[in-house]
């Protein structure tokens, strides 16, 4: 990227991956180019905290003054929220040059401990690699009538990225959504593509950002936008610690160790290496020869070195995810076609 300052979009930035994915994109980028890293947040106290800690990391590289924040405070489980997205962004900024999404909303409920159990005791890698006793809740809709998980992790961002098109292409962007390891094709029916009837809406949810991204790229290349498709591995993450208490917790991460040096690739276990493919897809991959139709996974050697893993990924229904979520804008479109625009104008 030939420009001299740079602008960044992280969304979910206030999470364990967003945050070391913007301390990772500050390592990786040249020193002498001057970055706008876009914080977002649904509350305006922790994107402040957020921006703090970044601060605190380019003061650690030596970089303070060549790195400036903004905040962007959206939620994607509401559409007129994610419209006001679009007119800041638009408003603010001619060029955008990455944009990470990271949006990672679940319904869980809690933990079927006795699955957890049986789970651990009869199979311990499979148990912290694939579980399937965090129970989530069936058939939560957002206030805007869509599926809860299905509008958070999927078609707000994906809505969202579709107006800032003009943005994306003139910053030549990257566009790196972030999947998982869990989004096998059978927690998906194409039935159900709001996960409305699922009980692993979040693992749909990433199946559905699988598909979105395969039907999607060739369209975004020809505007000289890559976009990319990875997954963090496992890690630990704040969003399920209300679930654990110290013993559970670090059995838990005794658990996740034990995978690794048992030959789990994914276990990464810290954030910041659940945060390397997807800057690395972002700075280092060489859009003319780096396959876009394969994952890019954050993978961890035995021993904790950190190195990055492809996965191929089924295409089936990527063209009926493409057509469903098209023609949900198009309604949206025309349901938020007389909303007032947001006067804040930044250059």
Partial sequence: MEDNHQVAVITGTNSNLGLNIAYRLLEKIDPKTSITIVVTSRTLPRAREVIDLINAYAEKLGRPSMVDFDYLLVDFTNMVSTL?????????YKKIHYFFVNAAQGVYEGIDWWGATKEVLTSPLEAVTNPTYKKQQVGIKSK????????ANVFGPYYLIQKILPQLTAGKAVIVWISSIMSDPKYLSLNDIQLLQSNASYEGS?????LLHLSTYKDLKK?????????PG????HSFFKYLNVFTYYSMLFLFY????????????DGYKA???????????NPNFENQEVKYGSATYKEGMEYIKTTDIDPTGASDVKAYVDGLKKEWDEKLKDQIKNSRQVV
Avoid: C, E
């Fill in 84 to 92: 006001g997205a679009y007119y800041d962004l638009s408003n603010r």
């Fill in 144 to 151: 805007d009538g869509m599926g809860l998980v299905f509008q």
């Fill in 206 to 210: 990433k199946r559905l950002v699988d």
């Fill in 223 to 231: 505007l000289g936008i890559h976009q990319y498709v990875v997954q």
């Fill in 234 to 237: 496992i890690f630990t993450s």
């Fill in 258 to 269: 034990l995978a690794r040096f048992l030959g789990s690739p994914w276990h990464n276990i």
């Fill in 275 to 285: 945060a390397n493919a997807p800057v690395y897809v972002a700075t280092l991959a």
